[in-house]
């Protein structure tokens, strides 16, 4: 299963477990700024950068699905 994925519908879904540091962040804080394919902020010559909103979801029968 991978990690990340893109939905029907666009939007990129990220898994991961419900006890990590970023979920907390993300439930006090929505706003997020991903970066991939940037190994440091000097080497930034291809990568993909999303700035948006993120919502917790861990209804079981959906993350299967994606």
Do not use: C, F
């Not at 939007?11 to 970023?22: A, F, M, V």
């Amino acid at each position: 299963m991978p990690v990340a994925t893109i939905t029907e519908n666009g939007n990129p879904w990220i898994r991961t477990s419900l006890q990590t540091r970023k979920v907390g962040h993300i439930k006090r804080n929505s706003e997020v700024h991903m970066i991939w394919g940037a190994k440091t902020l000097e080497s930034t010559e291809n990568y993909l950068q999303i700035v948006g909103r993120a919502e917790i979801n861990a209804d079981k029968q959906e993350r299967h699905h994606l």
